[in-house]
């Protein structure tokens, strides 16, 4: 396609280049209780030839988010840009360095390229089109354009179109050394031709015209043409490599300036394929892969001899105007694909019940610990389902309904969904205006994480209540074009909004910060949300959106296990960390544009950087969950996992995972455990344990000592009973008739209850204070384990920092013991 084509193809007031292959998932006009509102945060003049919605997510939104539009962002990859007022600067990045934690390219501008009559302002730049992964920008003056530049992910060129103008390229990293081998000084020097190397403090750059010989005038900081030019204009680094140049030379004639994402289903198999718009027909596009591509590239021809290193590891180019990429797509739907093993079936019910019983509805605060609170209801009603208990589904959905009504209550709200303007997308109302609400969802961070728990949970509640989905489904269905949405004919939102195709993965960051760097760090939650998108799907019957939600999850799970998940042990020549140090942290918490490295912003113990990448904990995620990652990141959490010290909530989720490896040694490690976090419970923990694949076919499950159940009072080995009253409600042994203490089951343990005054027994974590009867409810810190010993008296064991209770100087319960410092109780029943 020539360039004049290309531009007279771009639709007014739509930026998109190309559709999509299925249509939109919905068109309607988003209704929502918080009405329509715009963000704190608009887009720039960047995008002033263009309406909503835009782009928010992707690696370019840096050009065009305010508050000035100058961010450096991380692409088109290998290079990083800024779309500045002054030109277009690039580089890339020759400081690659291990700090013990990350591996960090650190960000740095090699060139600026613009034009003499450049007049400066920053409305003198805009965009004038995007695909899903490319965007064009054009440099212009009032007596025309000045240049257009299609920057394309993988292309090693940077590649601008002059018209009629002034070539001006500055060197932003130190002097120009030379031209074409020559000493360049103050004093400028013409070189003439249509092709150039230019050497900076950066490295060295091929310069190539593909409109004809060009004189550029060089001195040590800039080179200009002599004369305006027209037509393409191509700069790309020389590598080290002693063939980098010749190979660069053979495939400067064609260009990209833009890229048709297309796919195809055949079964559970899909075809993702990338075509380039390319303009030259002498030789095949050269462009860059990164190693998820040549995991799944379909008869690719490789050149080598060219390479460049990013934070994904080298790319390495690929000859051809095509891509095709195979991947197999899931085929788990709601369920584990195996009933429960009977060796667990027993405790799975004990624990649905309580769970169900004690099951409290949810206002939301927010979207995403609502959502999170949401999604395991869901879970409970789908295991209460596989375990033929309807009776337990329908509590948990009416719980869920109740839950989900706050909904539609809008602004008198303290949380509630709009519809934002000025990008085109849905937030938290409160937030569009607030970047510390929701983690930024008014300013578009997080929206798959967030929407992905509540489009699993609407999807449940849908699949048991076909009247609730129609009251619902419209309001559902804008959550879901929100984040999946697959079509530029949707007139209300961007397409795919999170994803970055050529990265293979999406991204959590949104507009705020002037949207320079990108950043995901909960990779398990991004899964989920492409989960939650293929239950929705289900739910509509739509097969073209069931495979459109499949082929997002299966390629976000790739993506995870090539850049999140790591491999000590891999002689992978391929590996995207060559830094054997860094593969030895066995997870990576943030895969960031400049930088990856075991580290979040939130934590830093092992298990919460392993943790965050496996939750939520679901059934389809036995494709996530691969044994190489989970045998390593198990041996390197190791310490953590008998530590007390560290929360019950991740353990919990670890074991889970862990189980696709060893279900029965998961359960064991459960068996100890008295969180289980926002994401899961007691009960979908042993659903989960119990339908593994379980490789040595041994129970998964054993029996496990019950706490005693029933009204007792509690003896000390000295004949003093133990009491609590209101004003005093520290358990202390020294009294003649004690108190009544009811002992009931909870999840993992049991609690005790003091029947005079209806407080639970609460427990100190750090095992200082004494035991008190305090708690209105009973959770973590009211759990204990209490054990027959062969005499039948009971020790009592405080979950929550796995110590046995002792007496102190004064006769009070302290959880400060071990087992053989234990004091023996006796239960007198009452
Ligand atoms: C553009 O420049 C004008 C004038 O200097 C300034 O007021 C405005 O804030 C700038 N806008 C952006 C998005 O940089
Ligand atoms: C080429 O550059 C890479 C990264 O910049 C470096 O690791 C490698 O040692 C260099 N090779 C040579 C031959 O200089
Ligand atoms: C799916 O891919 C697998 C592995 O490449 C292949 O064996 C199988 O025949 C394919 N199935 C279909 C329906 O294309
Ligand atoms: C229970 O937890 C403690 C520390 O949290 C640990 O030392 C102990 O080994 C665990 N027991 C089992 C059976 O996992
Ligand atoms: C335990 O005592 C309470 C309060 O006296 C009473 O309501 C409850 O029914 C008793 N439970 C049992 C199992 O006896
Ligand atoms: C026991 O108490 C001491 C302080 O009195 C504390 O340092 C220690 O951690 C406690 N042990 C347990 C197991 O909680």
């Known amino acids: 396609m020539s360039l004049r084509a290309l531009r007279v193809a771009v639709p007014l007031l739509c930026g998109w280049f190309v559709a999509a292959a299925i249509g939109p998932i919905d068109t309607s006009t988003p209704s929502l209780p918080g009405g329509n509102l715009a963000n704190a945060a608009p887009p720039g003049p960047f995008f002033q030839d263009f309406k909503p919605p835009f782009p928010t997510t992707g690696w370019w939104v840096g050009f065009a988010a305010p508050p000035s539009q100058n961010s450096v962002v991380a692409g088109p990859f290998p290079y990083m840009s800024a779309a500045l007022n002054t030109g277009l600067q690039f580089g890339l990045s020759n400081n690659r360095h291990f700090d013990g934690t990350s591996i960090i390219q650190t960000t740095q501008m090699d060139w600026q390229v613009s034009y003499v009559e450049n007049p400066n302002t920053n409305t003198s730049h805009k965009t004038t089109g995007w695909d899903t992964q490319s965007v064009t920008i054009q440099y212009f003056a009032s007596s025309g354009i000045g240049f257009e530049t299609f920057l394309v992910p993988g292309s090693p060129y940077i590649t601008l179109y002059y018209h009629t103008a002034t070539i001006l390229l500055t060197s932003e990293n130190g002097n120009i050394q030379s031209v074409n081998g020559a000493t360049v000084t103050s004093n400028p020097t013409s070189f003439t031709g249509t092709k150039f190397v230019v050497t900076n403090s950066a490295g060295s750059y091929a310069i190539y015209s593909l409109g004809g010989a060009v004189t550029l005038s060089a001195t040590t900081s800039t080179l200009t043409g002599t004369t305006t030019f027209n037509g393409p204009l191509r700069l790309a680094r020389i590598t080290n490599e002693t063939t980098s140049e010749a190979i660069l030379d053979e495939y400067a004639a064609t260009y990209p300036t833009g890229v048709s994402l297309d796919y195809s289903f055949s079964g559970d198999n899909a075809t993702l394929s990338f075509a380039w718009n390319v303009v030259g027909t002498g030789t095949p596009l050269l462009h860059l892969s990164w190693p998820h591509h040549r995991k799944h590239l379909v008869s690719p021809q490789y050149v080598s001899g060219l390479s460049y290193l990013t934070t994904k590891g080298y790319m390495k180019p690929v000859l051809g105007n095509t891509w095709h990429l195979s991947y197999a797509l899931p085929t788990i739907t709601w369920q584990a694909p195996r009933a429960p093993q009977a060796s667990c079936t027993q405790q799975i019910l004990e624990a ?90 008014g300013y578009y961070n997080d929206h798959h994480f967030h929407y992905g728990y509540m489009l699993h949970g609407a999807a449940v ?167 190489a990652w989970l045998t390593g990141s198990w041996a390197y959490v190791a310490n953590e996992l008998v530590d007390p010290s560290v929360g019950d909530e991740w353990k919990a989720v670890i074991y889970m995972a862990y189980s696709e490896v060893d279900p029965q040694t998961a359960f064991q490690r459960s068996t100890n455990i008295s969180a289980w976090g926002g994401t899961t419970s007691q009960t979908l923990l ?145």
């Open 352 to 441: 649905l019940e309580y769970e169900v019983a004690n099951l409290a509805v949810a206002v939301p605060g927010d979207f995403y610990y609502w959502g999170k609170e949401f999604q395991t209801m869901a879970r409970l009603a789908l295991v209460a389902d596989t375990m033929g208990r309807s009776d337990l589904v329908s509590s948990v959905i009416s719980v869920m309904e109740e839950s989900f009504a706050y909904w539609h209550n809008g602004a008198p709200q303290a949380t509630y969904a709009a519809y934002e303007t000025g990008w085109g997308g849905v937030v938290d109302g409160p937030g569009a205006s607030n970047v510390n609400i929701d983690f930024g969802n």
């Open 461 to 627: 509640i849908a699949k048991y209540d076909s009247a609730w989905w129609n009251a619902n489904k419209q309001f559902i269905t804008t959550f879901a074009r929100d984040i999946g949405n697959p079509s530029t004919q949707d007139p209300y939102f961007t397409v795919a909004r999170c994803r970055d195709w050529f990265a293979g993965h999406s991204w959590a960051s949104g507009i705020a910060n002037g949207g320079g760097t990108r950043d995901q760090e909960s990779s398990g939650e991004a899964i989920n949300g492409y989960y939650g998108l293929l239950l929705f799907a289900e739910i509509l019957g739509n097969q073209d959106v069931i495979n459109w939600a499949r082929l997002l999850w299966a390629t976000e799970v790739d993506a995870v296990q090539s850049y999140w998940h790591l491999y000590p042990n891999s002689n992978d020549p391929d590996t995207p960390y060559p830094e054997a140090g860094l593969r030895a942290l066995t997870t990576i918490g943030n895969v960031e544009d400049y930088q990856a490295g075991a580290w979040l912003f939130w934590g830093s113990q092992r298990s919460e950087i392993a943790a965050i990448q496996m939750l939520p904990v679901t059934p389809i995620n036995e494709g996530l969950y691969d044994a």
């Open 686 to 830: 042993l659903y989960h344990l119990a339908t593994r694949k379980n490789p040595s076919g041994q129970n998964i499950c054993t029996a496990t000592a019950s706490n005693p159940v029933g009204n007792f009072t509690i003896r000390a080995p000295n004949g003093k009973f133990v009491s609590s009253t209101a004003a005093a409600p520290n358990l202390v042994a020294t009294a003649t008739t004690g108190t009544v203490f009811s002992f009931a089951y909870m999840p993992g343990g049991g609690s005790i209850l003091n029947t005079a005054t209806s407080q639970y027994v609460t427990a100190d974590p750090n095992g200082v204070a004494p035991l008190a009867a305090a708690r209105t409810v009973a959770q973590a810190w009211e759990t204990f384990k209490v054990v027959q010993q062969t005499d039948g008296t009971y020790v009592i064991e405080a979950l929550v920092n796995s110590a046995y209770v002792i007496l102190d100087g004064s006769g009070e319960l302290v959880n400060n013991g071990t087992l053989a410092q234990a004091v023996h109780f006796t239960l007198v029943s009452h």
